[in-house]
């Protein structure tokens, strides 16, 4: 289907996508803070709570945020009269026009306990997409905040929190993910535009990260400045790992010539470094920086080619494999095996 999401949305979409992906399987609390902030950055969720479904009644509240802050863990029973009976009974989404606001009202109040004029809340489903698991649910003291594509976001939200929090989550589970919003997924880069949106949600989250160390600094320790700076170092090197890979993905694959015949025994890899040797007279460390492989590994693949061809020197396999690159400058110069 098409995407309705503008570019803002998907922007937070993605970076929430990302860092749940980075979060260790253990950390329930730093995945659903991943959620409530891509929520925040779409809509004004200022109480945002995960509920997850326990035996009949009982709710479990592993993440809670109002009034600025987290709030302790905690469990809930429910009834019929309120929201988290709605959405599991439904398996769909709940609105507060729906009907007012009367279940939303219907369950314990939060935070401060100013009565919220909008909410939204939606459905986490299992592995098998069909059982409720759980929920997420917005809620704001200001009227009609949330509108359809907050409401088609935190869906996603929900089920890529679900998908985080099953550590067994099949492949297939995942795809189910991306089917709708293809454009979510940062493993599908068709083109340079997708790789620079990609690459500049990466650096954003490097550039905010700065942004709230710079207003809190006159606050912190010399011992939490460090980590903080610790932390963004650790971004960057991160952002310039995910940058390498994007490059890899949309980099064109050297072409090659019809008439070539490579050797039985040659591994696909083996062809490829040989290929390269052959017909554009590359040296080990061009080689690596071109497949993104140490210059050590090169060196045991020529040598696992030579041996299995018998020949000696790398410089015969222009012969060998009938390349031209005997006949360009600077030929045969590279680096021994």
Same mark, same amino acid.
């Given at each position: 289907?098409?995407?309705?999401?503008?570019?803002?949305?998907?922007? %937070?979409?993605?970076?929430?996508?990302?860092? @749940?992906?980075?979060?260790?399987?253990?950390?329930?609390?730093?995945?659903?803070?991943?959620? =409530?902030? +891509?929520?925040?950055?779409?809509?004004?969720? #200022?109480?945002?709570?995960?509920?997850?479904?326990?035996?009949?009644?009982?709710?479990?509240?592993?993440?809670?945020?109002?009034?600025?802050?987290?709030?302790?863990?905690?469990?809930?029973?429910?009834?019929?009269?309120?929201?988290?009976?709605?959405?599991?009974?439904?398996?769909?989404?709940?609105?507060?026009?729906?009907d007012?606001?009367?279940?939303?009202?219907?369950?314990?109040?939060?935070?401060?306990?100013?009565?919220?004029?909008?909410?939204?809340?939606?459905?986490?489903?299992?592995?098998?997409a069909?059982?409720?698991?759980?929920?997420?649910?917005?809620?704001?003291?200001?009227?009609?905040?949330?509108?359809?594509?907050?409401?088609?976001? @935190? #869906?996603?939200?929900?089920? +890529? @929190?679900?998908?985080?929090?099953?550590?067994?989550?099949?492949?297939?589970?995942?795809?189910?993910?991306?089917?709708?919003?293809?454009?979510?997924? =940062?493993?599908?880069?068709?083109?340079?535009?997708?790789?620079?949106?990609?690459?500049?949600?990466?650096?954003?989250?490097? +550039?905010?990260?700065?942004?709230? @160390?710079?207003?809190?600094?006159?606050?912190?320790?010399?011992?939490?400045?460090?980590?903080?700076?610790?932390?963004?170092?650790?971004?960057?090197?991160?952002?310039?790992?995910?940058?390498?890979?994007?490059?890899?993905?949309?980099? %064109?694959?050297?072409?090659?010539?019809?008439?070539? #015949?490579?050797?039985?025994?040659?591994?696909?890899?083996?062809?490829?470094?040989?290929?390269?040797?052959?017909? #554009?007279?590359m040296?080990?460390?061009?080689?690596?920086?071109?497949l993104?492989?140490?210059?050590?590994?090169?060196? %045991?693949?020529?040598?696992?080619?030579?041996?299995?061809?018998?020949?000696?020197?790398?410089?015969?396999?222009?012969w060998?494999?009938?390349?031209k690159?005997?006949?360009?400058?600077?030929?045969?110069?590279?680096?021994?095996n």
């Open positions: 289907m098409e995407s309705v999401l503008p570019e803002t949305v998907r922007g %937070a979409l993605r970076l929430a996508d990302r860092q @749940l992906r980075l979060l260790p399987p253990d950390d329930v609390s730093g995945m659903c803070a991943v959620v =409530r902030r +891509a929520a925040t950055a779409i809509g004004p969720a #200022e109480t945002f709570y995960v509920g997850l479904y326990q035996g009949d009644n009982t709710l479990v509240l592993p993440y809670i945020f109002s009034d600025g802050e987290q709030l302790s863990a905690d469990t809930s029973r429910f009834g019929t009269a309120g929201v988290s009976h709605w959405i599991r009974a439904h398996a769909k989404p709940y609105r507060y026009t729906y007012d606001g009367r279940r939303c009202h219907a369950g314990a109040p939060m935070g401060d306990g100013i009565p919220s004029r909008d909410a939204v809340a939606v459905p986490m489903f299992g592995p098998d069909v059982t409720v698991i759980g929920m997420l649910n917005t809620q704001s003291p200001r009227p009609n905040v949330f509108d359809d594509t907050f409401v088609v976001a @935190l #869906e996603w939200l929900a089920q +890529a @929190l679900a998908l985080s929090l099953d550590e067994g989550a099949r492949s297939s589970a995942r795809e189910r993910l991306y089917r709708d919003f293809p454009e979510l997924d =940062r493993r599908r880069l068709d083109s340079p535009i997708d790789m620079l949106h990609t690459a500049t949600d990466c650096l954003e989250e490097v +550039a905010g990260s700065v942004d709230t @160390l710079q207003s809190r600094v006159a606050l912190l320790e010399v011992d939490e400045l460090r980590l903080e700076l610790g932390r963004i170092k650790d971004q960057c090197r991160l952002v310039g790992a995910e940058l390498a890979m994007m490059a890899l993905k949309t980099s %064109a694959p050297a072409p090659t010539p019809p008439d070539r #015949e490579y050797p039985e025994t040659l591994t696909t890899r083996e062809r490829e470094i040989a290929d390269l040797i052959a017909h #554009e007279a040296t080990n460390a061009m080689i690596g920086r071109r993104y492989i140490s210059e050590k590994t090169v060196k %045991a693949h020529v040598s696992s080619i030579l041996r299995k061809l018998g020949i000696r020197q790398r410089s015969e396999l222009v060998f494999l009938g390349g690159a005997a006949d360009r400058p600077g030929a045969g110069s590279g680096s021994r």
